[in-house]
């Protein structure tokens, strides 16, 4: 899979060589200057074991999936040992780690999946918690004023949006454009993000090379928003449906509701499972069958904006709807 789709290699067969135990060669029909990058990228390194799924294969179209997914087989410090999907993994040592141990190092790693952010907070309050990631922000302040705890808060690659279908209600740019002049991009970071996110300059993250600081999002203008909503077919008194998953987008859907409820638009919130708004997202039910608009996030797989435009905007990666 990262071989396939983070390298962009079409035929592994061909374009890989083994050159010697330790070195691999490529081969490209064309330059390929941003390479390097993808094979360093986070997720450009994902190279299975052969070994590992052979010997666990239950049959000739299977590569041992069920076992690769509960026992992974890498050669990094730590190595799974315990696994409940969904709840919690264990990982203890690995003695055989390359660049040996120290003996300042955790023996034991447990991770657990918490997914409200009070409840996360909460736990390492009492002490049952030793690191927590990615809390609401009313939680990161008011950890951040608390001196037994250190907050680290940096910039990521990740950008939330929301995602406009071009068919249906939305067919003409006007209504679109309308619908981006009708969010308050500093009123949210300042009230609801408490100053702990920061606000991109373009639909690229701030953090991807090639990325200036000029801003090219459109200003909050609810009177003008009105307006291109009218001239795009969606004038005062109509219904629009916005999607967005469980515990992601709550807060934005319903400030956006109120934005756009003073352009004289109803905007209806819809809660979705996040399988169930994947399955919306990434379908092909005609518009009058699916919402409006999506609450979502994205972040590029290595940090070059060919990468991020591709998944978002290439013809090949959009969802149906466009």
Not at 253 to 280: H, K, M, R, V
């Given at each position: 899979?990262?071989?396939?789709?983070?390298?962009?290699?079409?035929?592994?067969?061909?374009?890989?060589?083994?050159?010697?135990?330790?070195?691999?060669?490529?081969?490209?029909?064309?330059?390929?200057?941003?390479?390097?990058?993808?094979?360093?990228?986070?997720?450009?390194?994902?190279?299975?074991?052969?070994?590992?799924?052979?010997?666990?294969?239950?049959?000739?179209?299977?590569?041992?999936?069920?076992?690769?997914?509960?026992?992974?087989?890498?050669?990094?410090?730590?190595?799974?040992?315990?696994?409940?999907?969904?709840?919690?993994?264990?990982?203890?040592?690995?003695?055989?780690?390359?660049?040996?141990?120290?003996?300042?190092?955790?023996?034991?790693?447990?991770?657990?999946?918490?997914?409200?952010?009070?409840?996360?907070?909460?736990?390492?309050?009492?002490?049952?918690?030793?690191?927590?990631?990615?809390?609401?922000?009313?939680?990161?302040?008011?950890?951040?004023?608390?001196?037994?705890?250190?907050?680290?808060?940096?910039?990521?690659f990740t950008v939330q949006f929301f995602a406009f279908a071009t068919d249906g209600v939305l067919a003409d740019p006007k209504a679109r454009q309308g619908?981006?002049?009708?969010?308050?991009?500093?009123?949210?970071?300042?009230?609801?993000?408490?100053?702990?996110?920061?606000?991109?300059?373009?639909?690229?993250?701030?953090?991807?090379?090639?990325?200036?600081?000029?801003?090219?999002?459109?200003?909050?203008?609810?009177?003008?928003?009105?307006?291109?909503?009218?001239?795009?077919?969606?004038?005062?008194?109509?219904?629009?449906?916005?999607?967005?998953?469980?515990?992601?987008?709550?807060?934005?859907?319903?400030?956006?509701?109120?934005?756009?409820?003073?352009?004289?638009?109803?905007?209806?919130?819809?809660?979705?499972?996040?399988?169930?708004?994947?399955?919306?997202?990434?379908?092909?039910?005609?518009?009058?069958?699916?919402?409006?608009?999506?609450?979502?996030?994205?972040?590029?797989?290595?940090?070059?904006?060919?990468?991020?435009?591709?998944?978002?905007?290439?013809?090949?990666?959009?969802?149906a709807f466009g």
């Open positions: 899979w990262g071989l396939i789709t983070i390298w962009t290699i079409d035929d592994p067969e061909s374009q890989i060589t083994v050159v010697d135990e330790r070195t691999l060669s490529f081969s490209f029909e064309e330059p390929r200057p941003i390479f390097d990058v993808q094979v360093a990228g986070q997720y450009g390194a994902w190279i299975p074991s052969p070994t590992a799924a052979a010997e666990n294969s239950t049959g000739e179209d299977d590569v041992g999936t069920a076992y690769l997914q509960a026992n992974p087989v890498g050669t990094g410090p730590y190595l799974l040992g315990a696994l409940e999907p969904g709840q919690d993994a264990t990982f203890v040592r690995n003695e055989a780690f390359d660049l040996g141990w120290s003996g300042a190092e955790f023996d034991t790693v447990i991770t657990k999946s918490v997914p409200l952010s009070a409840t996360r907070k909460q736990l390492l309050e009492a002490g049952e918690a030793d690191i927590v990631l990615a809390l609401e922000p009313e939680d990161v302040v008011a950890l951040r004023d608390t001196p037994a705890f250190s907050v680290t808060s940096a910039p990521t619908l981006a002049h009708a969010f308050d991009h500093d009123g949210y970071i300042e009230q609801v993000v408490q100053g702990v996110g920061d606000k991109p300059v373009s639909v690229f993250p701030s953090l991807v090379q090639g990325v200036g600081s000029e801003s090219h999002l459109l200003p909050f203008d609810l009177d003008l928003a009105n307006a291109l909503l009218a001239e795009g077919g969606v004038p005062e008194g109509s219904e629009l449906t916005l999607a967005y998953y469980t515990g992601f987008g709550d807060v934005e859907a319903q400030l956006y509701q109120a934005w756009l409820a003073s352009c004289g638009i109803t905007l209806i919130l819809q809660e979705l499972s996040f399988p169930a708004f994947l399955d919306a997202y990434f379908g092909d039910a005609p518009a009058e069958e699916r919402p409006d608009i999506f609450y979502f996030s994205w972040w590029p797989s290595v940090n070059h904006p060919y990468n991020f435009a591709w998944s978002l905007f290439s013809a090949d990666s959009l969802p």
